[in-house]
């Protein structure tokens, strides 16, 4: 079987780790009709907008995307490309699966971290209605629905049971927001009333993040809205050693934007020095959410392996690897 899918290389480090993510999908015989469309802080300064429309209209036709990272221009009051679209595809759940790779020495290499956090994207502080009432004085303001609250809810509930998670912990500051933050919660009960089977829990966020850092291995799944979810999203990625070895994703009710979290890194562009792993990651969910099981876990496992032997990672884990030498260490695994 066939998929249809648009890639967005990116720019700076972008199209080199897009590429060798393209050759490791390749060699596990999924067959992926790419549809590029580029996108990078070039483009977006000429057309005068974040998305350009062959960019939406090749993702409504594949509904399926797989983005490297790109450079938002600074001035000229472009919206994030992220948010962007988040927003024009209704890509409501943003999931970042957070684990232990193994040969990759933190400060928590003597535990095995495995959480998913599932971050609401499309509102709360990130709707972006800010207002001067007077000069210096700004309001920012928060939105929370029920509608938004539950259908986060029920996505991470759902990946729970479908996954043979055990628990869920819905991560708030209620206790200070009572109505936002209180509207949240409560779709998160009603949610978890239906589930008895998957335990849940709730944390405070500032408690959160502590308990986040003193035992990490101890969470599951993390539910939280778009602010909270942004920071210790981050902050649960520097627990494995940062976001260039962490996946994410984007998704939808009818479409999916699989993306690596990292910067564009402009710095080390086309030095070979780019550590692939994120995106190749973000490519494993890709593949599950295809369909092609099998795929996604000779490339997890194949990945996995060439972090176990340790002798062809990139600088930035420890190694000395080049991004081709990398990726040929883990087409070689896959081909076994």
């Known amino acids: 079987m ?30 992926i009709r790419w549809r590029r469309a580029e996108l990078n802080e070039a483009i977006i300064l000429e057309a005068g907008k974040t998305l350009p429309q062959y960019l939406l209209d090749s993702l409504h036709e594949t509904r399926v995307g797989l983005k490297g990272p790109v450079t938002t221009p600074v001035a000229g009051g472009f919206q994030s490309v992220n948010v962007a ?9 943003n999931v970042r699966p957070v684990r232990t790779l193994p040969g990759i020495k933190t400060r928590f290499s003597d535990v095995q971290i495995d959480m998913v956090i599932f971050r609401e994207n499309t509102e709360d502080l990130y709707s972006g209605l800010e207002h001067e009432i007077v000069k210096d004085v700004v309001t920012s303001l928060k939105v929370i629905t029920r509608t938004a609250s539950e259908r986060i809810a029920r996505y991470a509930f759902h990946y729970a049971k479908r996954n043979g998670r055990r628990q869920v912990t819905a991560i708030h500051k209620a206790n200070i927001m009572k109505l936002a933050d209180g509207l949240f919660l409560r779709c998160c009960r009603e949610t978890a009333a239906q589930f008895p089977d998957i335990q849940y829990k709730e944390l405070i966020v500032d408690n959160a993040s502590m308990q986040l850092v003193i035992r990490p291995e101890s969470f599951d799944i993390l539910l939280l809205p778009n602010l909270y979810g942004d920071i210790v999203s981050d902050l649960a990625a520097g627990l494995v050693g940062g976001l260039g070895i962490v996946p994410g994703a984007n998704m939808g009710e009818t479409h999916a934007v ?12 086309g030095q070979g020095k780019a550590n692939p792993t994120a995106l190749m990651l973000s490519a494993v969910m890709l593949l599950i959410h295809l369909g092609e099981t099998n795929a996604a876990n000779t490339l997890q496992g194949a990945i996995e392996k060439v972090y176990r032997e340790g002798k062809h990672l990139t600088g930035d884990v420890g190694g000395s690897a080049s991004t081709e030498e990398f990726t040929e260490a883990v087409i070689r695994t896959i081909k076994g």
Do not use: M, W, Y
């Open 2 to 31: 066939s998929h249809n899918c648009t890639l967005i290389p990116g720019d700076g480090i972008g199209p080199e780790v897009a590429q060798a993510t393209v050759r490791v999908l390749e060699a596990t015989g999924v067959d």
């Open 85 to 93: 679209l988040r927003k024009a595809l209704d890509l409501f759940a």
């Open 258 to 269: 699989f993306e690596a979290v990292h910067g564009s890194a402009p710095d080390i562009a």
